[in-house]
């Protein structure tokens, strides 16, 4: 019998809408290839910005429990000039990855062959790790407050308070291990800051130390993020699995997708570990409102976030498909323009399919 997996696909705003209409056909031709073991149902959800300007909220009043069913989300990208960036990302990206508590983002950091990546030593290292961000509290914990002084004008007071919880380490250090544990080198790096804060991060470091007892066959070590953001760059070649709090992961995935070449090749999951929810998976990018528009977008991090949803449903092989395919395509050349390239979005796109379409049938 046909397995049909339920995908809601929210686009939102600028190249979401490219980059997820690539995504599709590829995952589409994944499974017209599949022989009828599964399909692909897609449901779309015009949320964002435009249904913003429509409706004062960046999604339906009952859009979290339409979501619940499905069983993941595709997403693009939230943000445009019309809506401040905090309210459409917390209308609908944050809103959706909090309340469905997708407390583990994983975002790998491919360098793939024929992208020059600015960093000399990718030319003849082995480079590949894979950045696991906290994702349900940290510093994006939306906890906090303005106008508490109620001092008038010129005196505002906010805060933004970072909230560490045992369990919230813990369960994501856990998960840290897991993957390392399916790596080549299994070595967990965790992302640190307790010399200034004293509090939520020393939490994060003892819980950290005792999680790691339970993985002896698991390489430690704790650093700095200021000293870890020199780590990327100098020394990269020593990481395979980097564990870090919402905000440091947020700031140091970008600066590793930064390093393999562009944002427009760096996929991300939001993964709900219990699958009590649906996950969610996306490219790291954001709308891109510089370019959008134009059909050259890169549809390369959204593509391999496709391959990580496939992952989540237990399609390995295929997910290795997917990224051999995307290898191949750079590999040969097909570069967005981003990248150094004059390939379109849909030029990328077709060649993908086309050395899957050679793939699937030598599987
Ligand atoms: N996950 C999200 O939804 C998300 C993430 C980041 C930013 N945003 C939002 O996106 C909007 C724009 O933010 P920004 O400019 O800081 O970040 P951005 O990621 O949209 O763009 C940064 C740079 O990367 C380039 N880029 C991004 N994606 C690309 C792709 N697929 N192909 C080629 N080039 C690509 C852009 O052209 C731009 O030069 C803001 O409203 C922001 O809040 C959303």
Same mark, same amino acid.
């Not at 640190?192 to 339970?214: H, I, P």
């Not at 709090?245 to 709900?272: H, K, P, T, Y």
């Given at each position: 019998?046909?397995?049909?997996?339920?995908?809601?696909?929210?686009?939102?705003?600028?190249?979401?809408?490219?980059?997820?209409?690539?995504?599709?056909?590829?995952?589409?031709?994944?499974?017209?290839?599949?022989?009828?073991?599964?399909?692909?149902?897609?449901?779309?959800?015009?949320?964002?910005?435009?249904?913003?300007?429509?409706?004062?909220?960046?999604?339906?009043?009952?859009?979290?429990?339409?979501?619940?069913?499905?069983?993941?989300?595709?997403?693009?990208?939230?943000?445009?000039?019309?809506?401040?960036?905090?309210?459409?990302?917390?209308?609908?990206?944050?809103?959706?990855?909090?309340?469905?508590?997708?407390?583990?983002?994983?975002?790998?950091?491919?360098?793939?062959?024929?992208?020059?990546?600015?960093?000399?030593?990718?030319?003849?290292? %082995?480079?590949?790790? /894979? @950045? +696991?961000?906290? &994702?349900?509290?940290?510093?994006?914990?939306?906890?906090? $407050?303005?106008? =508490?002084?109620?001092?008038?004008?010129?005196?505002?007071?906010?805060?933004?308070?970072?909230?560490?919880?045992?369990?919230?380490?813990?369960?994501?250090?856990?998960?840290?291990?897991?993957?390392?544990?399916?790596?080549?080198?299994?070595?967990?790096?965790?992302?640190?800051?307790?010399?200034?804060?004293?509090?939520?991060?020393?939490?994060?470091?003892?819980?950290?130390?005792?999680?790691?007892?339970?993985?002896?066959?698991?390489?430690?070590?704790?650093?700095?993020?200021?000293?870890?953001?020199?780590?990327?760059?100098?020394?990269? %070649?020593?990481?395979? /699995? @980097? +564990?870090?709090? &919402?905000?440091?992961?947020?700031?140091?995935?970008?600066? $590793?997708?930064? =390093?393999?070449?562009?944002?427009?090749?760096?996929?991300?999951?939001?993964?709900?570990?219990?699958?009590?929810?649906?996950?969610?998976?996306?490219?790291?990018?954001?709308?891109?409102?510089?370019?959008?528009?134009?059909?050259?977008?890169?549809?390369?991090?959204?593509?391999?976030?496709?391959?990580?949803?496939?992952?989540?449903?237990?399609?390995?092989?295929?997910?290795?498909?997917?990224?051999?395919?995307?290898?191949?395509?750079?590999?040969?050349?097909?570069?967005?323009?981003?990248?150094?390239?004059?390939?379109?979005?849909?030029?990328?796109?077709?060649?993908?399919?086309?050395?899957?379409?050679?793939?699937?049938?030598?599987?």
């Amino acid at each position: 019998m046909t397995q049909t997996y339920r995908i809601a696909s929210i686009p939102a705003d600028g190249v979401g809408k490219e980059v997820i209409a690539a995504g599709r056909k590829v995952l589409d031709f994944v499974a017209e290839q599949s022989n009828g073991e599964f399909t692909f149902q897609w449901d779309d959800f015009d949320w964002g910005s435009e249904y913003y300007a429509r409706h004062g909220k960046m999604m339906a009043d009952d859009g979290l429990d339409t979501l619940k069913d499905y069983d993941a989300i595709y997403f693009g990208a939230v943000g445009w000039s019309n809506v401040p960036d905090h309210i459409s990302l917390w209308g609908l990206r944050l809103n959706i990855t909090q309340n469905f508590d997708q407390w583990a983002n994983i975002r790998p950091v491919k360098f793939l062959p024929g992208v020059q990546s600015p960093l000399r030593k990718a030319d003849d290292t %082995e480079l590949d790790w /894979v @950045v +696991v961000r906290e &994702n349900s509290e940290g510093e994006y914990a939306g906890l906090g $407050g303005r106008n =508490l002084s109620g001092r008038g004008p010129g005196n505002e007071v906010a805060l933004q308070t970072a909230l560490f919880t045992e369990k919230g380490c813990e369960r994501i250090h856990r998960f840290a291990f897991e993957l390392a544990r399916t790596r080549t080198v299994k070595k967990v790096s965790s992302v640190t800051k307790s010399n200034a804060q004293q509090y939520g991060m020393v939490l994060w470091d003892e819980t950290f130390q005792r999680v790691a007892l339970d993985y002896p066959d698991v390489a430690t070590e704790s650093v700095l993020v200021d000293a870890m953001s020199a780590k990327f760059i100098l020394h990269p %070649e020593d990481l395979s /699995v @980097v +564990v870090a709090s &919402n905000l440091n992961a947020d700031i140091l995935s970008d600066l $590793g997708s930064a =390093l393999a070449g562009s944002l427009g090749l760096a996929a991300s999951a939001n993964i709900n570990p219990e699958r009590r929810f649906p996950s969610m998976f996306e490219p790291v990018h954001g709308s891109a409102p510089d370019i959008a528009g134009q059909g050259i977008s890169n549809p390369i991090g959204t593509i391999a976030s496709g391959a990580l949803m496939l992952d989540h449903f237990g399609l390995h092989a295929q997910a290795r498909a997917v990224e051999a395919a995307i290898e191949a395509t750079t590999a040969a050349g097909h570069l967005t323009r981003e990248i150094g390239g004059t390939a379109t979005t849909d030029q990328v796109t077709d060649s993908i399919i086309e050395a899957l379409s050679h793939a699937l049938v030598s599987a």
